[in-house]
């Protein structure tokens, strides 16, 4: 397993735009009149024709954290033994994402195509893991007799959509319902042949949702089949097999929970003491509140074709980045290499000013 | 937003005298982080604002399917996740995100982990 670095904000500084608490005239409602003047810091439309700024920030949505956890599994197998998953059955078996997959592949060969795990607000959080996939489209042969493919990509992925409605909108404020809706598109091979022993690549499109109240720590199943297996029950309950051969069975499952947003430490940076007080704090005195934010990104090469097994918590653990990269390593395979490339910026973006600002 | 753009062989034809003559498309690749911020609820018992943190990580992939005249061509992939959360100052977050979209038995899987976290003006 090989482990880079992609990118790492050593301390960006970020200011961000903010209007905070009842305090603030913008979310009183009282109309908010900016200088507009040719010193003033408002948008050169604005500053031509004096229109009153209004700052462009939205009360937040509502906000319920919590860490969600999804995996993706592919089971390919005869379209018998996929008929007879059921999902409640599968959900008895899905404690962890290891249980699952073992139940799984005993009904065919299983693979894990997909696993996220991170913070999430159950009212609204998008995630979306896409790539292009190149897949032969053609061949052709060059008059020195050398076979070269033709190439296309296609795009494939996993796209989750958390969504709740708001308390204030008739949802239930104790306990909100939230619906995951998710897409799923996976690669497979069809049927028709391209070349010789080249067949044509084939995409398998599904969409899932499911809304259920939000209950921590309780794995939730969904599952699918491609229509392909249906079709081939059909063909056999009607004692045919005449029409063309299906392409692969496949079942598509999904486990995915929720859990307390219980990640990291926040005892970092100690000497500020409350660290949320200072942030208020800030915000009382104007509508500018600036941050220092990091991020690190890191990839994994893996050292098999088999998703490695990460272990999320002790990667939550690391208070620093240093740490996160050591414990990254720490899971690396035997005879592995590790290699660290890592780039860092450093800029500083405004973003509004409003009459209560102060520099 | 650190991005850069990568030459990518997209196709090969053969010259006159045989030799592959390969054609490129330009891929762009890197990670864009976007923060915006908003106040919190009016009934909402916090003070400190709620921020939107949104990822866009897209990167290359070694791939396995031949092009031919002993090339491959490479996959791309793009990880991107949109949420928002109460501001909460020197709270690391991590995310991960992994995967094996291809079918092809050989072809590696992608892992990304992602580590962010806010922490007060003026800190190192």
């Known amino acids: 397993m090989r482990i880079t670095c992609l990118w790492n904000t050593g301390l ?33 439309g604005q500053r031509a024709r004096g229109i009153p700024y209004r700052p462009a920030m939205q009360p937040s949505a509502e906000i319920l954290s919590a860490q969600f956890q999804a995996t993706v599994y592919e089971v390919q197998g005869t379209a018998e033994r996929l008929a007879s998953l059921d999902a409640k059955a599968l959900t008895s078996q899905a404690a962890t994402p290891e249980t699952l997959h073992s139940a799984l592949a005993q009904m065919g060969k ?40 033709n190439i296309s990509y ?22 909100p319902t939230v619906t995951t809706a998710i897409k799923l598109s996976v690669l497979g091979s069809g049927e028709k ?9 084939a995409i398998r499109v599904m969409s899932l949702e499911q809304s259920e109240s939000l209950e921590l720590d309780q794995p939730r199943v969904l599952l699918t089949i491609s229509s392909n297996a249906l079709g081939a029950f059909r063909r056999s309950a009607d004692g045919g097999g005449r029409a063309e051969a299906p392409i692969t069975p496949a079942a598509y499952v999904i486990r995915y ?41 890191y990839e994994v090469e893996a050292a098999t074709n088999r998703l490695p097994a990460l272990e999320m918590s002790a990667l939550a653990r690391a208070a620093t980045p240093e740490l996160l990269l050591a414990a990254l390593r720490a899971l690396e395979s035997p005879g592995s290499s590790t290699a660290l490339i890592s780039r860092s910026m450093s800029s500083r973006t405004r973003s509004w000013s409003g009459p209560t600002r102060r520099s | ?14 010259g006159r005298d045989g030799e592959p003559i390969n054609s490129y498309t330009s891929q762009s690749m890197g ?3 976007r923060l915006s911020a908003q106040a919190p609820p009016k009934n909402a018992e916090r003070e400190s604002p709620d ?15 031949e092009l031919g005249l002993g090339q491959t061509v490479q996959s791309f992939l793009v990880i991107s996740q949109e949420h928002n959360e109460p501001l909460e100052l020197g709270r690391p977050r991590v995310m991960l995100a992994m995967g094996s979209p291809s079918p092809a038995e050989q072809t590696k899987p992608f892992v990304c982990v992602i580590r962010y976290q806010f922490g007060p003006a003026g800190t190192k």
């Not at chain 1, 042949?193 to 690549?201: L, N, P, R, T, V």
């Open chain 1, 257 to 297: 929970k929720f859990s307390p947003p219980a990640q990291g430490s926040a005892a970092v940076e100690s000497k500020s003491a409350q660290p949320e007080t200072v942030a208020a704090e800030t915000a009382r005195s104007t509508n500018i509140l600036t941050a220092q934010f990091q991020a690190t990104v």
């Open chain 1, 154 to 175: 296609l795009n494939v992925g996993f796209i989750v959509r958390l969504s709740a409605p708001s308390p204030s909108k008739g949802g239930n404020s104790a306990i």
């Open chain 2, 31 to 33: 990670v864009s982080v």
């Open chain 2, 51 to 65: 921020v939107t943190v949104s990822f866009n990580v897209s990167a290359d992939a070694p791939g396995t399917t």
């Open chain 1, 193 to 201: 042949e391209i070349a010789s022993g080249q067949k044509e690549s």
């Open chain 2, 1 to 14: 937003m650190v991005r850069t753009n990568k030459e990518v062989v997209s196709g090969t034809t053969m």
């Open chain 1, 12 to 44: 960006l500084a970020v200011t961000t735009a903010m209007l905070l608490g009842p305090r603030s005239e913008a979310q009183e409602g009282r109309p908010v009149v900016a200088a507009t003047g040719p010193g003033s810091e408002a948008g050169p």
């Open chain 1, 110 to 149: 299983t693979r894990l195509l997909y696993r996220v795990e991170q913070p999430v607000n159950v009212f609204s959080t998008t995630i979306t893991i896409g790539s292009s996939e190149p897949v032969i489209v053609g061949t052709r042969t060059t008059v020195t007799g050398q076979a070269v493919n």
